[in-house]
């Protein structure tokens, strides 16, 4: 079974430029989430997907950050334009049950990441 | 609020024991996870607790006290392999204000020694 996909892998852009993070989620996780990982830090939720509707958005910064789900799959996280301080890891994630359902354990599968710097 | 510590360092001996420290302060609780993450890769699940008491699986264990908001990870007969982050997670309840989402520590960098 395929992992969580993720790109690009990495990207160096010049500060005020655009950037966009893809990511497909192991097949039939309706959950998903994009998580901001700093160096030496645990990673940071950005947002959280049931299906298409973003049920909670409460981090992201929404002056730059962006994020879709249009059909409920693939997910594309959008930064406009990219500070100094956004170079970071954006790690993406999916989990196949709701988290408020019983049977959702909470472990997240994650992808490995797209690293950004940002010049 | 959530607030989760763990230690940032650690070092340890291959073949030796090690225990991992993480205490929380959660509006609610609804679970404490481990995930290890080796640098530059993604984190994985290890374990997941929601009851007080020791979860055993393989070299890895576990344990939890909700009372004292206090978890640790316990690696037994250390690899040079096992050398990576390991990440404490608390989730809170759905209802508070973390949305039942997983809140992640700064991480504990283990080095293990030959």
């Known amino acids: 079974e395929a992992g969580v996909v993720q790109s690009p892998r990495y990207k160096i852009i010049e500060k005020k430029q655009p950037v966009a993070f893809w990511c497909n989620p192991i097949s039939g996780h309706n959950t998903l989430y994009w998580y901001r990982q700093n160096l030496g830090q645990g990673p940071e939720l950005l947002i959280r997907y049931e299906n298409e509707e973003a049920v909670d958005d409460s981090q992201l910064p929404k002056d730059r950050f962006s994020a879709e789900r249009l059909k409920g799959v693939d997910s594309t996280l959008k930064i406009q334009p990219a500070e100094l301080g956004d170079s970071a890891v954006y790690l993406c994630?999916?989990?196949?049950?709701?988290?408020?359902?019983?049977?959702?354990?909470?472990?997240?599968?994650f992808g490995e990441g797209s690293r950004l710097t940002v010049l | 609020g959530q607030n989760i510590d763990q230690p940032t360092e650690m070092t340890a001996t291959e073949g030796a024991i090690v225990q991992i420290n993480c205490t929380y302060q959660t509006s609610g609780f609804n679970g404490l996870f481990w995930y290890q993450q080796h640098a530059g890769e993604a984190p994985t699940f290890l374990s997941y607790n929601v009851l007080d008491g020791l979860e055993e699986k393989g070299r890895f264990s576990s344990f939890l006290s909700r009372s004292k908001g206090y978890s640790y990870l316990l690696l037994k007969e250390l690899q040079m392999k096992d050398s990576a982050s390991y990440l404490c997670?608390?989730?809170?309840?759905?209802?508070?204000?973390?949305?039942?989402?997983?809140?992640f520590g700064k991480g504990t960098k283990l080095s293990v020694k030959p």
């Open positions: 997670a608390v989730r809170g309840s759905y209802y508070g204000g973390s949305q039942g989402n997983l809140i």
């Open positions: 994630a999916s989990s196949s049950e709701p988290i408020w359902t019983a049977e959702n354990t909470g472990e997240l599968f």
